[in-house]
C-alpha cells in the first residue's frame, strides 16, 4: 500500500478546511493545493466530481530529510487526497511516507518518514474526532 486514509461526512471544500486544520496543528502546512477538477474542465473539458491534491510540508522535518538526502525534494512533499465520494461524503487520503521515503537507504530518513506518518496518522483521526 502507498497511502491510508478516511471517509468523512463533509463536502470536498468542508474536508479541506477540516484537514488544513488538522495538519496545521501537527506542523503541516499546504505547499501546493491541486483542483484535479478546474483542470480537467478547462484543459480537456471533462466534468469530474471535486477531487484535490494538497502538497502538505512539515518545515522542520523537511529539513533535517534535506540534511540527510540533499535529493529527498524529489519525493516531497506529502500529498494529501481529497476526493467527493458523494453522498454529502469525502475521502481524505494520505500518502504513506515509509512507502515512498524507504526508497532512500538511510536509516535517519526512513525515521523520519515514521514520524511523518504518526503524524499523518493522527490528523486522520481528528477528522474522524
Not at 522542520?60 to 461524503?89: F, K, S
Not at 526512513?110 to 503524524?119: C, P
Amino acid at each position: 500500500m502507498y497511502g491510508f486514509g478516511t471517509t468523512i461526512k463533509a463536502t470536498a471544500d468542508e474536508a479541506v478546511e477540516k484537514v488544513t486544520n488538522a495538519l496545521k496543528e501537527e506542523g503541516f502546512g499546504i505547499l501546493t493545493e491541486i483542483n484535479v477538477q478546474e483542470v480537467m474542465k478547462a484543459k480537456i473539458d471533462v466534468d469530474m466530481k471535486p477531487y484535490r491534491i494538497l502538497g502538505a510540508c512539515n518545515p522542520h522535518l523537511a529539513r533535517q530529510a534535506i540534511e540527510a538526502e540533499p535529493d529527498i525534494g524529489l519525493l516531497l512533499p506529502c500529498n494529501v487526497l481529497v476526493r467527493d465520494e458523494g453522498d454529502g461524503n469525502t475521502f481524505v487520503g494520505f500518502m504513506d511516507p515509509n512507502a515512498v521515503l524507504t526508497l532512500v537507504d538511510r536509516p535517519e530518513v526512513i525515521e523520519l518518514a515514521s514520524m511523518v506518518k504518526e503524524k499523518l496518522e493522527r490528523v486522520r483521526d481528528a477528522l474522524n474526532a
